[in-house]
């Protein structure tokens, strides 16, 4: 393959592989999708190489597939067609930190935990927390949303810019450092979650927060998700600023109990946190808990001391570790919808009714602030028919969520595995999206048949 000697000439024996290895471990990401090597695996530091990279792919008409950590979870890095992986981890710079203007400039393989701990001696911090520590560059692509959407927003609502190198290796920038502008298309928000189908990032430009004076967490516990539902509703509509929402089923609170020997009451759980100044947490936690009682909240539990506030946000963050510790012969399928806020209720039950008509072990929780829930169900990938319930599951909560006008993912993205839904969910928009790619991408090279049909 010519392709493999020109990339060859650009980077040096040690950061250019087609060892199995390795191969190997760009073959996966944390999904249940099936795996496929690459041919090669190149590990570009700067813009130039990625841009000179692309111009071979274009060239010679070879696969490109960016690759972060492999944290995603719906086979977005899986190379089906083979060719060359970019992973992206030694460009983990940042670069510039700004903060007077709140913004941080960084490579796109530096990850959260690593800006977090490079930004604290400023006094900021990075809020977009998706549970792994993912890189940047893949939660831009992804774009990614977690605990903290709720007060701060999601992926897409950080990203002031991109450097972006595009299919023919031509390099461009989507967007600037002012807060706002009314001047051409934004193409931050194109990028933004385009899965490595539309172009390689290359730089973000990212807003970062000042670090709370003050954080404190709850945990509140009702008995009906209804209840839950309804609290979130009250405290949202009455202007709490809280930071996180989140929403562990019954089935969740007994696998954490399990694992960890801990006697939480086993029933629908609301963890919160919320971020300010000591007197405004003050009469909020006042005024969240007469709210969490009027909606027949059964006891709430507030923390301050940050050693309490960790073991307490504890059962939500193992939750993963407890069920896989708990089926350690099976693999893990995590999916997500996102519905209206109005719908999350009934979407949940709806879940979970149809997780215990399939027989499959499960569990529901979610950010239940934005209406964001995840399905966590353990299956034996070697078993054809519990693969096959769980794909029926899988496609049962997504027409669900669809139907009431939702959507197919509100944060893991589409990958292959949503793939299908794309058509169904967008109508005639899905041909606009196609026509976008293919102006980019005419070639089909940019991470083929991810969101977008080959063509």
């Not at 109508?427 to 070639?443: F, H, Q, R, T, W």
């Given at each position: ?86 992973d992206l981890s030694l460009m983990n710079k940042v670069l510039e930190v700004n903060e007077k203007d709140f913004l941080i400039k ?90 490595g189908t539309l172009g390689i990032f290359t730089e973000l430009t990212i807003k970062v927060y000042g670090i709370p004076e003050h ?80 909606q027949g909240c059964q006891e709430i539990i507030f923390e301050t001391d940050s050693k309490a506030v960790a073991e307490l946000w ?142």
């Amino acid at each position: 393959m010519d392709y493999k000697k020109d990339l060859e000439e650009i980077f040096p024996s040690d950061r250019i592989t087609t060892n199995e290895t390795v191969l190997t471990q760009h073959s996966k990401d944390e999904s249940y999708h099936e795996t496929s090597l690459p041919h090669i695996v190149v590990f570009p530091i700067n813009t130039l190489e990625v841009s000179k990279a692309m111009k071979i792919a274009n060239k010679y008409e070879v696969p490109v597939i960016p690759f972060g950590l492999g944290t995603s979870l719906e086979g977005h890095v899986i190379p089906y067609e083979g060719g060359i992986t970019i992973d992206l981890s030694l460009m983990n710079k940042v670069l510039e930190v700004n903060e007077k203007d709140f913004l941080i400039k960084v490579q796109p393989g530096v990850t959260r935990t690593q800006l977090n701990k490079e930004l604290k001696k400023y006094g900021l911090f990075f809020p977009v927390d998706p549970g792994a520590d993912a890189t940047l560059g893949g939660m831009a692509a992804t774009n990614a949303s977690g605990t903290t959407s709720v007060r701060y927003g999601i992926m897409r609502d950080q990203v002031r810019d991109l450097e972006v190198v595009l299919a023919d290796g031509s390099i461009i920038h989507s967007g600037g450092r002012a807060a706002k502008s009314s001047s051409g298309y934004h193409l931050n928000s194109l990028f933004v979650g385009s899965e490595g189908t539309l172009g390689i990032f290359t730089e973000l430009t990212i807003k970062v927060y000042g670090i709370p004076e003050h954080s404190l967490a709850a945990r509140a516990v009702f008995p009906t998700i209804e209840e839950v539902v309804s609290a979130v509703n009250s405290i949202l509509q009455a202007g709490i600023p809280v930071a996180r929402c989140e929403l562990v089923d019954a089935r969740s609170i007994k696998q954490v109990n399990d694992f960890k020997g801990t006697a939480y009451p086993e029933s629908p759980t609301l963890f919160l946190e919320f971020h300010g100044n000591e007197a405004g947490l003050k009469e909020d936690v006042e005024f969240t808990q007469e709210l969490v009682t009027d909606q027949g909240c059964q006891e709430i539990i507030f923390e301050t001391d940050s050693k309490a506030v960790a073991e307490l946000w504890d059962a939500r963050h193992t939750l993963a570790y407890a069920f896989t510790h708990g089926a350690p012969s099976k693999q893990m399928m995590v999916t997500d919808v996102c519905v209206p806020m109005s719908e999350l209720a009934g979407a949940i039950i709806n879940a979970r009714a149809a997780l215990e008509k399939s027989g499959i072990d499960g569990a529901l929780l979610g950010h239940v602030g934005d209406g964001n829930y995840h399905a966590l169900i353990m299956i034996d990938k070697e078993d054809e028919e519990d693969v096959r319930r769980a794909v029926e599951f899988n496609q049962h909560i997504v027409e669900y969520a669809l139907s009431r006008g939702g959507t197919c993912t509100g944060e893991h993205g589409v990958g292959v595995g949503k793939k299908k839904y794309q058509r169904l969910e967008h109508g005639e928009a899905y041909n606009v999206m196609a026509m976008i790619k293919k102006s980019l991408d005419p070639k089909c090279i940019l991470n083929p048949d991810k969101i977008i049909d080959k063509y």
